[in-house]
Nanobody, 114 residues
Framework: QVQLVESGGGLVQAGGSLRLSCAAS????????MGWFRQAPGKQRELVAA???????SYLNSVEGRFTISRDNAKNTVYLQMNSLKPEDTAVYYC??????WGWGQGTQVTVSS
């Protein structure tokens, strides 16, 4: 069972940036695609961004052009660069396979103040 550890969250003002990291204990190349998810209070967890083994990316409409997902297969790490952050981006952010197959990590809290 692959374990996932997310980091890099914090408190930032609107318009600011954060870079999240997700370190996996096993090979992220064992799945077709990796994804970043988020869950805001009272809302369901949603897929924000995904990246395939080959590097093809896709994004939730609301973050398109502001967020960039990337991966380092040698380090089994996935990143999420978040720019022009908005208060509605406030959530706990998690990574997993884009179709989740592993247990969830503890997530990393992102809070964007207005």
């Amino acid at each position: 069972q692959v374990q996932l550890v997310e980091s890099g969250g914090g408190l930032v003002q609107a318009g600011g940036s954060l870079r999240l990291s997700c370190a996996a204990s096993g090979s992220i190349s064992s799945v077709t695609a990796m994804g970043w998810f988020r869950q805001a209070p009272g809302k369901q967890r949603e897929l924000v961004a995904a990246i395939t083994r080959g590097g093809t990316t896709s994004y939730l409409n609301s973050v398109e052009g502001r967020f960039t997902i990337s991966r380092d297969n040698a380090k089994n790490t996935v990143y999420l660069q978040m720019n022009s952050l908005k208060p509605e981006d406030t959530a706990v952010y998690y990574c997993n396979a884009a179709i989740p197959v592993w247990g969830w990590g503890q997530g990393t809290q992102v809070t964007v103040s207005s």
